[in-house]
């Protein structure tokens, strides 16, 4: 089990180990990854990034079954949880070098149909990626056991009479001890505090999540639409006065990959889902379990509504600052004083003049096209005073216009920065080009 802290590289370290056993000529056959559906394009992208010589194959979507006779041509094939029962046949008929179980802790219910059918996979090596390895009781413990080296700790029924019964109801300390050297040989964990010398002060992380069904079809419908209307207005008026209609455009799609619901239309409101939101809220609370301070930055108000909402259903503390806040000292004392783990700003209120040393994480909810901004809100968290490392997570939704513009941000600045101007000073320099790039369809689904 691979048990670092978040934000430690536990996808990376997995990926260089991969590669690693292919180079030395002991991965003959692929390695599988069981991924939660949210971080499974986050292993594509980190394998691009990081190891471009394996071979990625990716089993999602409803093209997959297509893929399935490529299985043995590849390195690294990536599945979900959720597909595991489904694509059960065609995923045992494999023999792999390693299985590797991403959030591993989504076995922790070991007669869950994902659990029987990891069990049932022949890999010669198998590994465990998770932060939280016991989040409730010593049987999730046992049961990721119990897939890594079955027997170890006996069976569901001797482990409880063994170790949970005495640890968790008589408070144990011998038998604690024993179940600590027991497992310690195959658990590695490194926290943020242990490794934070070795650490950059600032850490960037990009999380891509990957937008499906309905929230898939809202976007593409709003973007035909949007892109009809802005080429439309440039005929007519003009790239130079056509500013206000773009911006109009542009903020519908960036609504819809935040969440439908801050699209005001008839049509929006149908829809329930929201890929992004599920991804913070799966991210959250292991950043909580591990004692993270957390800034969550958004340009919409509605939306740090809709993220409080989630926050009080998931039993997380959070304080709030908005430009309706009358008293902006009180919500960032309790937040300095450790009396919530979770503050949410928005960023024209919260982005200057706050000094909230006390986070080490900042999360940008929605990407601002003016890096600058962007950068001025980590400065919150990253500044004089702070005693520790700070990671910052961007959230990104694969393939739309959030993406479009950050990989933009990176190529051209100066355009990045023209493109959310609100001063109303100097022309957008943007071109139709770059319009007509940002309006691009999503990939075809994977």
């Not at 989040?135 to 029924?157: A, Q, T, V």
């Not at 050297?181 to 505090?193: D, G, S, V």
């Not at 008839?266 to 991210?283: G, I, P, R």
């Not at 609370?285 to 993270?292: A, I, K, L, S």
């Amino acid at each position: 089990i691979l048990a670092d802290d978040m934000g430690l590289g536990k996808t990376v370290q997995a990926l260089a180990h991969v590669l690693l056993e292919k180079e030395q000529g002991r991965a003959d056959r692929p390695s599988l990854v069981v991924a939660p559906t949210s971080l499974m394009f986050n292993w594509r992208h980190e394998a691009e990034r990081f190891t471009p010589s394996l071979k990625v194959l990716v089993l999602h979507g409803p093209q997959r079954h297509k893929r399935f006779a490529d299985i043995a041509n590849h390195d690294l094939i990536l599945t979900t949880y959720p597909l595991l029962s489904r694509d059960k046949e065609p995923l045992l008929a494999h023999a792999y070098h390693l299985l590797i179980l991403d959030e591993a802790q989504v076995i922790k219910n070991p007669r869950a149909q994902a659990s029987r059918v990891v069990r049932d996979i022949d890999a010669r090596h198998r590994l465990c990626l998770t932060g939280t390895p016991l989040e409730n009781h010593l049987g999730e413990l046992w049961s990721l056991f119990d897939f890594l080296l079955p027997g170890l700790l006996g069976d569901s029924k001797q482990f409880r009479r063994h170790f949970r019964t005495p640890i968790e109801k008589h408070a144990d300390e011998i038998t604690a001890q024993r179940l600590s050297r027991r497992i310690r040989p195959f658990l590695l964990r490194r926290t943020k505090q242990q490794v934070a010398t070795e650490l950059p002060p600032k850490t960037e992380i990009i999380q891509t999540v990957v937008l499906e069904g309905k929230q898939r079809e809202l976007y593409e419908t709003v973007r035909l639409a949007m892109h009809r209307r802005v080429r439309e207005e440039i005929e007519r008026q003009g790239m130079g006065r056509s500013h206000i209609v773009v911006l109009d455009a542009l903020l519908k799609l960036r609504q819809v990959c935040c969440d439908p619901r801050l699209v005001k239309m008839a049509s929006a409101q149908k829809v329930k889902q929201s890929a992004k939101l599920a991804m913070l809220m799966a991210l959250l609370p292991e950043m909580v379990e591990e004692g993270r301070r957390i800034l969550i930055f958004s340009q919409f108000t509605t939306m740090l509504g809709l993220i409080e909402n989630e926050l009080k259903n998931a039993d997380i503390n959070y304080v709030k600052l908005t430009g309706q806040t009358r008293d902006r000292a009180k919500p960032v004392q309790q937040f300095q004083a450790g009396k919530a783990p979770v503050f949410l700003i928005s960023l024209k209120a919260g982005g200057v003049g706050l000094n909230l040393t006390r986070a080490d994480t900042v999360i940008h909810y929605d990407p601002w096209w003016n890096p600058a901004v962007e950068r001025q809100a980590t400065d919150r968290a990253h500044r004089i005073g702070q005693q520790q490392a700070v990671f910052v997570y961007k959230l990104l939704c694969e393939g739309t216009l959030e993406e479009k513009i950050h990989a933009m941000q990176q190529r051209k600045q100066v355009l990045a920065d023209s493109l959310y101007q609100s001063d109303g000073g100097n022309a957008p320099q943007w071109d139709e080009q770059s319009l007509d790039a940002l309006f691009g369809p999503l990939d075809a689904a994977e």
